[in-house]
């Protein structure tokens, strides 16, 4: 079954920190991964979408790699800000035979950063 | 990107009413999804939203409780349908335009409580 697990299910940190979040997955056929932010109250907003080819892409103080062999990949969060609160969400795009797709999502990952 | 905007933002309601969920695009695009996220929990695909034929519903999913109309292709609207407090969620709204990664967005969400 294609599954999306993220870990951990949610983390504190103090602002200005840097913190780390893990994706592992087991879609195949893998088509490309995304990494949303999903602020309270609102819809999630893309950070970043990496295809299997590629290893790192950033996107300001958001910094995410991929594994493709390995199927894991990790967000991390340079100088965290207050702002940076809100959950995290994986989602692998799991793309069928039949040119048809889905989007896997995981569970997400609540942050909160402190002051 | 794309701009979405559901209507209504919130709403309370009573046991077996029916409340309709609006969501407007600013400008055409092909593919239109409704998702639920229940309380503390990931994105779950309801149906897509074909526009001129009936929508295609994922397993658990019915036509006679989650109605949806597409008439053209900025718009749709999903009905929760003889409500029970289960179907306290955020109702979200996400259109896919093409792209070499075929980028998905997604609205501001609905948040749905049923009394």
């Known amino acids: 079954k294609n599954q999306v697990e993220q870990s951990p299910q949610s983390l504190i940190i103090l602002e200005g920190k840097n913190c780390t979040l893990q994706?592992?997955?087991?879609?195949?056929?893998?088509?490309?991964l995304r990494w949303y932010k999903q602020d309270t109250g609102r819809g999630p907003v893309s950070l970043t979408i990496?295809?299997?080819?590629?290893n790192t892409k950033s996107n300001g103080r958001y910094t995410a790699t991929l594994d493709a062999d390995t199927k894991q990949s990790s967000l991390h969060i340079t100088a965290s800000q207050l702002s940076d609160s809100a959950s995290y969400i994986c989602?692998?795009?799991?793309?069928?035979?039949?040119?048809?797709?889905?989007?896997?999502f995981g569970s997400g990952t609540r942050l909160l950063v402190r002051p | 990107s794309a701009v979405i905007s559901q209507k209504p933002s919130r709403d309370i309601c009573q046991r077996g009413t029916s409340l309709t969920i609006q969501c407007q695009v600013d400008?055409?695009?092909?593919?239109m999804f409704w998702y639920r996220q229940q309380p503390g929990q990931s994105l779950t695909l309801i149906a897509t939203?074909?526009?001129?034929?009936?929508?295609?519903?994922e397993s658990g999913f019915v036509i006679d409780k989650f109605p949806i109309s597409r008439p053209n292709l900025t718009f749709s609207t999903l009905t929760v349908s003889n409500m029970s407090p289960e179907d306290s969620s955020i109702y979200l709204c996400?259109?896919?335009?093409?792209?070499?990664?075929?980028?998905?967005?997604f609205g501001p969400g609905t948040r749905l409580t049923v009394l």
């Open positions: 996400s259109v896919q335009r093409g792209s070499s990664y075929n980028e998905q967005f």
């Open positions: 994706c592992n997955y087991t879609v195949s056929p893998f088509s490309n």
């Open positions: 990496m295809t299997f080819s590629e």
């Open positions: 989602v692998v795009w799991d793309e069928g035979r039949d040119s048809s797709y889905k989007l896997i």
């Open positions: 400008s055409q695009v092909t593919m």
């Open positions: 939203a074909n526009q001129g034929s009936e929508a295609t519903y």
